[in-house]
């Protein structure tokens, strides 16, 4: 089942390298896909989605995603559920080209493929951010 | 299929009533299920799971969950995936019985069954705060 962690990275190399024929390549093809980016409402639609992937990668100049916490489940043989943390290092928002923000996401995605000869894809992506609890000072 | 999202239904009312025993029910029984609270991180197994919502219910007085955009798919027969929009009215954070907050998530769920006969139960679950978008004034 390594391929199924094999693809989830994908995703993440084709925002990476801002490739969007990768991108097009790793979901399935429906108006029922879902992706739910952080903070946002969700997307339903492989249209729809891949245009927002497409809108990101027009305006990150340069974007990295380390993976921790990576797990994952396959059901009924061909649908995966993949939770990962995203610490993301990102150029956008800063001004010199060797300073960098960063963040931190965590995603659930959901994999299926036709039959176990076919590849898997995203159905279903929805990320998260995560909110640093607020300290409390005396 | 409507039996999909009259368990995925159950869950809200589990909540809003309080029933952590109907709340059991609704979730498969594995150390990899998880459920992503509201700008949290994933909490793994059924066992952190229905303890976190038991604190969710011990401090909530009164919450109802309107749901909206709720659609769903299911793949291989025996998994579903269900997103909603979640709006949500709440006693808490506020001093008089006459007042109420309101909230808004996004959630995406991932339920099985083992077989056509079998009751669908959660496995994943991923709820995520809508964050509205800063208005620029001049």
Known sequence: MSDVLARHRAFYDAVETGDLELMESLWAQSP????????????????????????VMA????????????????????VAVVTCTENILSGEGVETSDSFTGGKAVCTSVLVRDGA???????SRHASPVLEPVEETD
């Open 59 to 78: 305006n990150v100049e340069y974007i990295q995603f380390f993976l921790t916490d990576v797990s994952f489940s396959v059901h009924a043989g061909d």
């Open 117 to 123: 000869e076919a590849p898997w894809r995203f159905w």
């Open 32 to 55: 029922a896909t879902s992706c739910v980016h952080p903070g946002s409402e969700p997307l339903t639609g492989t249209d729809a989605v891949l245009r927002s992937w497409a809108v």
